[in-house]
Antibody
Framework: EVQLVESGGGLVQPGGSLRLSCAAS????????MNWVRQAPGKGLEWVSY????????HYADPVKGRFTISRDIAKNSLYLQMNNLRAEDTAVYYC???????????????WGQGTLVTVSS | SVLTQPPSVSGAPGQRVTISCTGS?????????VHWYQQLPGTAPKLLIY???NRPSGVPDRFSGSKSGTSASLAITGLQAEDEADYYC??????????FGGGTKLTVL
């Protein structure tokens, strides 16, 4: 059974840092690209970052470019999101998602974790 | 959001409802696939339709997707109380940035 479990969320002051983790199980982790997607309280979904299976391709949404870093550890079956210089507008539930049913240029998120809440406030 | 969805739709049990997702020539109209997600209250999103009109295993055939030009639609037939949720469309732009619609809240009357 595919499982994605996020951790590392919490309360942080503006300008602070946080590292999110996503533990993957039930599938060959290195064979799948992954996304981080966030959802501000009461708002819609917003894509944050993408990493390919071998970490060779990485993309970021403009609002987090230069502040967030996505990475993965194949040996630990884990996905990470290092978030620096956090702002109030980064407050959201952060989901990790596996990308499946992929064809070139199209990779939906077929499995999602339960999310971890990040609150940026003084 | 770059992809526009109606904020809300509603229907009675058994009825058919559709949710639209309107983009532009830079995303949906550029022949990028559209995917749809269902988010039940308090839960993570779930993939409902991928590649415009394909259902993952386990998704009832009451759910269907279509795409034409710069828009896409999700149709739900035989509406059930358990379908009450938020629905999101997703596509891409030319830089392969992932785009989400603003979401549509479905109310079953």
């Amino acid at each position: 059974e595919v499982q994605l479990v996020e951790s590392g969320g919490g309360l942080v002051q503006p300008g602070g840092s946080l590292r999110l983790s996503c533990a993957a199980s039930g599938f060959t982790f290195s064979g799948y690209s992954m996304n981080w997607v966030r959802q501000a309280p009461g708002k819609g979904l917003e894509w944050v970052s993408y990493i390919s299976g071998g970490s060779g391709t990485i993309h970021y949404a403009d609002p987090v470019k230069g502040r967030f870093t996505i990475s993965r550890d194949i040996a630990k079956n884990s996905l990470y999101l290092q978030m620096n210089n956090l702002r109030a507008e980064d407050t959201a539930v952060y989901y990790c998602a596996r990308l499946g049913y992929c064809i070139p240029g199209s990779c939906p998120a077929d499995y999602w974790g339960q999310g971890t809440l990040v609150t940026v406030s003084s | 959001s770059v992809l526009t969805q109606p904020p809300s739709v509603s229907g009675a049990p058994g009825q058919r409802v559709t949710i639209s997702c309107t983009g532009s020539s830079s995303n949906i109209g550029a022949n990028y696939d559209v995917h749809w997600y269902q988010q039940l209250p308090g839960t993570a999103p779930k993939l409902l339709i991928y590649g415009n009109n394909n259902r993952p295993s386990g998704v009832p055939d009451r759910f269907s997707g279509s795409k034409s030009g710069t828009s896409a639609s999700l149709a739900i037939t035989g509406l059930q109380a358990e379908d009450e949720a938020d629905y999101y469309c997703q596509s891409y732009d030319s830089s392969l940035t992932v785009l989400f619609g603003g979401g549509t809240k479905l109310t079953v009357l």
